[in-house]
């Protein structure tokens, strides 16, 4: 059984920073494209970081760009999201999701994430709520 479990999240001030992790079990994560998306009340998810294992690009939303970084530590199979100087548009739950790489175009290097493609070949972790308040 595969499973996904974010943990990191939780209240900061403007400015301040948090790293996000996805834990996996079930699968390798090494083999999979791994992405970091959000979901703000009232919004779409949205992706906010993609490292694609097909070729190995690293992809960040504008809004994030010079502030996220995603990593992944294979032997802990783990991945990572460091995130600066956060600002209070980036509070949402943020999710992380494992990708075959058959699906990079539509989870990670396309320029419109289109979830509704999955063919089960896609894995979702349950979210961690990220605050920026004052």
């Known amino acids: 059984q595969v499973q996904l479990v974010e943990s990191g999240g939780g209240l900061v001030q403007p400015g301040g920073s948090l790293r996000l992790s996805c834990a996996a079990s079930g699968i390798t994560l090494r083999y999979y494209n791994m992405a970091w998306f959000r979901q703000a009340p009232g919004k779409e998810r949205e992706r906010v970081s993609c490292?694609?294992?097909?070729?190995?690009?690293?992809y960040y939303q504008d809004s994030v760009k010079g502030r996220f970084t995603i990593s992944r530590d294979n032997a802990k199979n783990t991945v990572y999201l460091q995130m600066n100087s956060l600002k209070p548009e980036d509070t949402a739950v943020y999710y992380c999701?494992?990708?075959?790489?058959?699906?990079?175009?539509?989870?990670?290097?396309?320029?419109?994430?289109?979830?509704?493609?999955?063919?089960?070949?896609?894995?979702w972790g349950n979210g961690t709520l990220v605050t920026v308040s004052s």
């Open positions: 490292f694609s294992s097909t070729d190995g690009e690293t």
């Open positions: 999701a494992a990708i075959n790489a058959a699906l990079t175009y539509y989870y990670c290097s396309g320029p419109t994430p289109d979830l509704s493609v999955n063919y089960g070949m896609v894995f």
